[in-house]
Nanobody, 124 residues
Framework: QVQLVESGGGLVQAGGSLRLSCAAS????????MGWFRQAPGKERECIAG?????????YYADSVKGRFTISRDNAKNMVYLQMNSLKPNDTASYYC????????????????WGQGTQVTVSS
């Protein structure tokens, strides 16, 4: 089984930046497509970013974060990152790292493993 642990959440002012980290267990990390989801109270869980397995060349971004967020992976360290810039109050949500045994993670596919979540709060 794959275990995912997020970190890096916190309270920031609008316009600020945060970098979320996801530490993954296992020796087969590179074979998983990885991604980030977020969920605010009363709202649907949203896939906001995905990165392809292996070399991670292919990425996906939801329109709501495109141009502001960047997903990356470091296979040597079993890490996935989400760099979040120009944060807005409506970015406030719990952010979840996700892994899928597939070439690419995107909104329509099934996630195999979830992290516990990390809270991001953006003040106005």
């Amino acid at each position: 089984q794959v275990q995912l642990v997020e970190s890096g959440g916190g309270l920031v002012q609008a316009g600020g930046s945060l970098r979320l980290s996801c530490a993954a267990s296992g020796r087969t990390f590179s074979s998983y497509a990885m991604g980030w989801f977020r969920q605010a109270p009363g709202k649907e869980r949203e896939c906001i970013a995905g990165i392809s397995s292996w070399n991670g060349v292919n990425t996906y971004y939801a329109d709501s974060v495109k141009g502001r967020f960047t997903i990356s992976r470091d296979n040597a360290k079993n890490m996935v990152y989400l760099q979040m810039n120009s944060l807005k109050p409506n970015d406030t949500a719990s952010y979840y790292c996700a892994a899928a045994r597939a070439a690419m993670l995107h909104p329509t596919m099934t996630v195999n493993y979830w992290g516990q979540g990390t809270q991001v709060t953006v003040s106005s």
